[in-house]
């Protein structure tokens, strides 16, 4: 398969549908097809909801279905998958964006299609359109600094290995912790360790169903996918 077509990888930011920036605006407007990323349970698409307004009438919608696993094989097959099923659809110089939530290079599923789709098919290309991410709008909302001076930013997954994800916690100065879901009352047991650090606790930044925690230990034990902590060091 020789396509020749174009990829525009476009962050929608955290939720709020008026945070998509200029630039990834003027492309949805351009483009001839629009990549989602979806569950392969229900096939829907919080990144296409955020952006559909944006979206025209004529064109044409792609859902690309991707199971919610860690089985790296079955992740794999799936990619491969969705990057032959996104070739076909570029076929003869289409130009698509595919739409991830956040920014499309951190912990994004466009990242490994990217990759993939750069191994399998050379000929497409590529072209990155940045996103706020939810941390961002999660200090904003807070107006909490974030970094200042010489101090350091860790950005971490809640999903880490639990001996890597404590050792980087070590020395940290400021820390972002994304998917803040999974083992969350071992993540907060953790986290309450920390004695020198200020947290705050976000979930479904600008969706329905918001929360923002100023005490960690008022966050029910079984929280959402999309949720975040803010680890700040006391004045």
Avoid at 42 to 48: D, G, K, P, Q, V
Avoid at 96 to 102: I, R, V
Wanted: hydrophobic letters at 40%; charged letters at 25%.
């Amino acid at each position: 398969m020789n396509s020749s077509g174009k990829i525009y990888g476009i962050g929608v930011g955290p939720g709020d549908s008026d945070l998509l920036t200029v630039r990834a605006v003027r492309v949805l407007e351009k483009v001839d097809v629009v990549f989602a990323a979806s569950s392969t349970k229900n096939e829907y698409s919080h990144s296409l909801e955020i952006a559909s307004e944006f979206v025209r009438e004529d064109c044409e919608v792609v859902k690309l279905g991707y199971p919610m696993t860690r089985d790296k094989d079955v992740l794999n097959r799936a990619w491969e998958e969705n990057c032959r099923i996104a070739c076909k659809v570029l076929t003869g110089g289409r130009t698509a964006a595919f739409l991830t939530l956040g920014d499309p290079l951190i912990y994004s599923t466009f990242g490994y299609m990217m990759q993939t789709m750069k191994r399998l098919f050379p000929k497409v290309e590529f072209e990155v359109v940045p996103g706020i991410t939810s941390y961002q709008a999660a200090a904003a909302r807070s107006q909490q600094v974030l970094v200042e001076s010489g101090q350091n930013l860790l950005l971490t997954s809640g999903v880490a290995d639990a001996g890597k994800f404590a050792d980087s916690l070590e020395n940290v100065d400021n820390a972002v912790i994304l998917k803040a879901y999974r083992n969350f009352p071992e993540l907060r047991e953790r986290v309450n360790a920390m004695e020198n650090m200020d947290v705050k606790f976000y979930t479904r930044l600008g969706l329905d169903g918001e929360a923002i925690y100023l005490d960690i230990n008022e966050v029910p034990d079984k929280t959402t996918y999309l949720s975040l902590m803010l680890l700040t060091a006391k004045k």
